[in-house]
């Protein structure tokens, strides 16, 4: 049972990356999945956070440092989870991390507050980001 990020990569100042979050052993359709970053010397920070299929409150919530620039999207059939991050930016470069939560109470906005990784029911072991010329 576990949560793969994989996508990671260089690229340069205004290029694209796309990240997958994969699960093994559960099914993602049922939770809400946020991705969290952390660059060197700084604090982790959640940037998107997308609900569950089945909750009602159906949306993608996004911080304001990545809001028009980072996209989520899942695919059931595949179980997994996709940021689409667009105009990137050095300040961009970092470990991405996605994390899962079954049923959460907590809304998007505070679920990408929650940085601690054992408050969340899965993470993933970080996928790097260096966004460079």
């Known amino acids: 049972v576990q949560l793969v990020e994989s996508g990671g990569g260089m690229v340069q100042p205004g290029g694209s990356l796309r990240l997958s979050c994969a699960a093994s052993?559960?099914?993602?359709?049922?939770?809400?999945v946020s991705w969290f970053r952390q660059a060197p010397g700084k604090e982790r920070e959640g940037v998107v956070c997308?609900?569950?299929?089945?909750?009602?409150?159906?949306?993608?919530y996004s911080t304001d440092s990545v809001r028009g620039r980072f996209t989520l999207s899942r695919d059931n059939a595949k179980n997994a989870v996709y940021l689409q991050m667009n105009s990137l930016t050095p300040e961009d470069t970092a470990v991405y991390y996605c994390?899962?939560?079954?049923?959460?109470?907590?809304?998007?906005?505070?679920?990408?507050?929650?940085?601690?990784?054992?408050?969340?029911?899965?993470w993933g072991q970080g996928t790097q980001v260096t966004v460079s010329s």
């Open positions: 994390a899962a939560d079954l049923f959460p109470t907590q809304i998007p906005e505070q679920l990408l507050q929650t940085t601690d990784n054992t408050s969340h029911s899965y």
């Open positions: 052993g559960f099914n993602l359709h049922y939770y809400a």
């Open positions: 997308i609900t569950s299929s089945i909750d009602p409150d159906d949306r993608v």
